[in-house]
């Protein structure tokens, strides 16, 4: 989880420095969805996690999804008044 998540947080910081909007949707749905398999994917029991950090760790798989889910309504919004 750690150097995957590392991975995707760089190349956000690069897609955000060059705007590549479409880019950023689907790094942000990545997270969201490493955030989510660290929670129920497989052999998240083998590593049973504090209800607290599990809970904490949801949370920000759901911003990230939301962040993403934004960004994507404002390039179909874009697209739509070009």
């Keep these: 989880l750690g150097e995957a ?9 690069e897609e955000q420095a060059t705007d590549d909007r479409p880019a950023q949707v689907s790094t942000l749905m990545n997270i969201a969805w490493l955030h989510f398999d660290g929670l129920v994917g497989p052999g998240s029991e083998a590593r ?13 798989s759901e911003e990230y999804y939301g962040q993403a889910l ?3 309504r404002s390039l179909r919004d874009r697209a739509a008044a070009a």
């Design 48 to 60: 049973p996690l504090d209800p607290a950090v599990r809970t904490a760790a949801f949370r920000r």
């Design 5 to 13: 998540l590392r991975y995707y947080l760089a190349a956000l910081a």
């Design 70 to 72: 934004a960004r994507a």
